[in-house]
């Protein structure tokens, strides 16, 4: 397993605070934004980003989806793992490179998604 700069974008502090403990758990660097506002500034300010964990539903000018196609535009190499308590209407809407885990998720099936 290689470690990863990951951006977690999740609006509920529990779930966020869980999930980054699960990520840092496995080794990863983990960066917390709780909205769109705050993950697009992390992205313009930092180049060693290379994962992107995004709850579909947060607050701001984007999802947890636009968030992560943001991201693409700008670096096409990123991996993304979305993330929802409820199911995706659409799994057309995943960016390109994207994949979903339905929440409440295990430690090791988010190890598995930031690893795939």
Not at 7 to 31: F, N, Y
Not at 36 to 46: C, D, G, K, S
Not at 82 to 90: F, K, P, T
């Amino acid at each position: 397993m290689s470690i990863r700069t990951i951006l977690l974008v999740e609006d509920q502090p529990l779930v966020r605070l869980m999930t980054a403990d699960m990520l840092s758990e496995s080794g990863h660097v983990v960066l917390e934004a709780e909205n769109a506002t705050q993950a697009l500034a992390y992205l313009e300010q930092t180049s060693d980003i290379d994962t992107i964990v995004a709850d579909v539903n947060i607050p701001g000018p984007l999802n947890g989806i636009g968030v992560s196609e943001f991201a693409l535009a700008r670096r096409p190499d990123l991996r993304v793992v979305i993330v929802s308590g409820s199911s995706l209407e659409d799994p057309a809407s995943l960016p390109h490179c994207g994949r979903f885990l339905p929440k409440p998720y295990l430690p090791q099936d988010l190890a598995d998604a930031v690893a795939d």
